[in-house]
């Protein structure tokens, strides 16, 4: 991507338009910033190599037009209201509702999900990273000024944690399973958001740590769906041991980093006396671990065989070093973040 200098643009263009949603003072000044991420990334997100990469393009591009221009109806409807309020009789909590509604669906929060894993089938390794990170930032932040404990933001946090974790359990497709995580990740994401800044600030944080650890391996592997793994059995069993325990750590197992940032919101909520509500989402997000279990076991324990001809992995001894410092890091960050904890 670096080497190129069109997509490099297009790369500055996109962060800067995150950037620019993130810094203003008006919604119209966050609407013109989603505009120039969305119009920065539809370029990024085609290869020539890719037949599913145009397909992807256009959901994605139709998808977000839609999201921006209710976002940008839904702004003028409110300041008409408040410039003419006996002209119009509208509750104030529906355009609320409206705007978060289209902020939901920009980050592909459930039930306006059902773009989000067809745009991730499309698309290279590094794109669907941006797409699962970078690309949240601007909507969450947005999201974060009007956001009000209600019937519908709990059924929203529900509903991502529920689909997230159902959806993933029937895929063979990698993307898929990561989009589903996404989308679980999102129902989390949004309570942390009711909770506090620090939080889902902290929480976004390992997310995206945990997941760049991941696309930086599947990436080094050319891993894209679940019987590639199988293919592992040529590489050093610390690496594949490594691999697998950031997906339990992104799928939030302890002892592992992952656990962490939930473990706060858990306390966070019950403090707060959401009880039923994180405990459905605990339950939902226990299938999202079981599917994670499912690959990592299957991988570890029937799969013990080496095979001779399957050794051209391009997995040299730099790529391997990064990958097991960066799967240490979330194997043992819980640990270490006890002791510091402890020690100060």
Known sequence: ????????????????????????????????????????????????????????SLKYFLTQALASATLLFTVILSSLITSFPSSLIINDSFLTMLINSTLLLKMGAAPFHFWFPGVMEGLSWMNSLILMTWQKIAPLMLLSYNLQANLFLSVVIVLSVMIGSLGGLNQTSLRKILAYSSINHLGWLISAVLLGENLWNMYFMMYTFLTCTIIFMLQTFKLFHVNQIFSLNSTSPVVKFAFFTTFLSLGGLPPFMGFLPKWMIIQSMVEANLIFTISLMVIMTLITLFYYLRLSFGAFMLTYSETLWNLNLNFNTLNQLMALSLSMVSTLGLVFCSLLYHIL
């Open 1 to 56: 991507m670096f080497n190129n200098p069109t997509k490099f643009l297009f790369l500055m263009t996109l962060m800067s338009g995150t950037l620019i949603s993130v810094s203003a003072n008006s919604w119209f000044g966050a609407w013109i910033g989603l505009e120039i991420n969305l119009l920065s990334f539809i370029p990024l997100m085609i290869t020539p190599n890719n037949l599913l990469s145009s397909e992807a």
